[in-house]
């Protein structure tokens, strides 16, 4: 292993990595789906750069609309992009090991545990960075449809955004309609190109 | 056959619940409530509890829960992997398609339009969990007024203020903001 340095880390090197990443990420998600979306996003795009922000886009709309636990879906994506078949079994057992034994512990003394005052503290207090950590994110991929300047995204993004938030509609619903929006431009795309 | 039973059951959680753990409630309680009648409606209460206090996503939160009360840890591993055997089949078979198509006119155009949409519902579940920090249902430390929790809305503030400013590693920030919490907590007892 001589060529194992810190710029060119070698395969194995390179699974480990994605391995113990995967494991801290998923150690640390609290919540939903997207906390762990919002977690691989800092650490796989802007920390290691080996996914960039809109193939992380991607994933989630991929992760989210397929079924099964968006955390397991987007540990096979985040996986097989870095490091091929042996990254999806790498990426994925990294991801349930820490679920798989906390709750293992917890499950034989769950009452105590649930009704843990300083628990309850400090998951409230946990959930206030969840929040700013999730905006963050909002903050750089909304920025980066915004500087795209295409009006009709950003109409879409405000559309989405309504029908999530305030019309609570289901989420599978609003990647359906946005994908046949996509496909949509697509033929009128097609259809101005063939007429000129 | 325990096991099987295991598997099937949390194989079947695994294939239809689409969209995260909301979607995945309902599914579970079915099948370990009132189907198999491995848990109370009590103790599906408190699974759940403990699933948003532990990390991890609620479907393998569950497996684990009612494999090892089942069948020890033989029994967590094999509902956990009828858990995720789904997603494994079906998300590699889309993710190969997204690497083998993604370069596509009509693909390109279909992702460019989920990639806004993407954002928006990102947007929409982090502005939910501010909400619950900045009005939580017990009132937290309400100062102003009788709802608004002050500490947590000046924890949120300053986390995104050094996340945004100065990339702060998010899961030190976020333990951070754990332990002020709990020790504003002991303070103002």
């Known amino acids: 292993m001589k060529n194992n340095t810190n710029k060119s880390p070698t395969k194995s090197g390179k699974l480990l990595k994605l391995f113990f990443s995967t494991l801290y990420i998923s150690a640390f998600t609290f919540g939903g789906g997207f906390v762990i979306i919002g977690l691989m996003k800092k650490k796989f795009a802007d920390e290691l750069h080996w996914i960039d922000e809109e193939e992380m886009m991607d994933i989630t709309a991929i992760a989210q609309s397929s079924p099964g636990a968006i955390a397991v879906n987007a540990a096979i994506l985040v996986g097989r992009k870095t490091a091929g078949i042996p990254g999806i079994a790498i990426a994925v057992t990294g991801t349930i090991i820490p679920p798989l034994i906390i709750l293992s512990v917890v499950s034989f003394f769950y009452s105590a545990f649930a009704g843990n005052r300083y628990v309850a503290l400090f998951l409230k207090g946990m959930q206030a960075g969840v929040a700013a950590m999730i905006l963050d994110v909002v903050c750089s991929l909304g920025l980066k449809v915004t500087a795209e300047r295409d009006l009709l995204n950003i109409f879409l993004m405000i559309l989405s955004f309504a029908a999530a938030y305030f019309l609570k509609i289901n989420v599978v619903l609003i990647i359906l309609g946005a994908a046949v929006f996509g496909i949509v431009r697509y033929l009128v795309k097609e259809k101005k190109n063939g007429l000129s | ?189």
């Open chain 2, 1 to 189: 056959m325990v096991y099987l039973e295991l598997f099937l059951c949390f194989l079947q959680v695994g294939c239809f619940s689409v969209g995260g753990g909301y979607a995945a409630i309902p599914l579970i309680r079915n099948q370990a409530v009132e189907i198999y009648g491995w848990l109370t409606a009590e103790e599906f209460s408190d699974l759940v509890t403990i699933a948003e206090m532990t990390p991890g996503p609620i479907a393998v939160n569950a497996a684990t829960f009612v494999g090892i009360r089942l069948g020890g840890p033989v029994g967590a591993l094999i509902a956990t992997l009828g858990c995720i055997l789904p997603s494994l089949i079906i998300v590699s078979i889309l993710a190969f398609l997204y690497e083998k198509y993604r370069k596509l006119n009509a693909v390109k155009s279909v992702l460019g339009s989920l990639r806004p949409a993407t954002v928006a519902l990102i947007a929409s579940a982090g502005l939910s969990i501010l909400l619950i920090v900045l009005f939580p249902s017990d009132g937290g430390f309400a100062l102003i007024g009788e709802k608004f929790n002050i500490i947590g809305a000046i924890l949120s503030a300053a986390a995104f203020f050094f996340m945004r400013k100065y990339k702060s590693n998010p899961i030190l920030i976020m333990s951070c903001c754990g332990v002020v919490y709990l020790a504003a907590g002991l303070m103002f007892e």
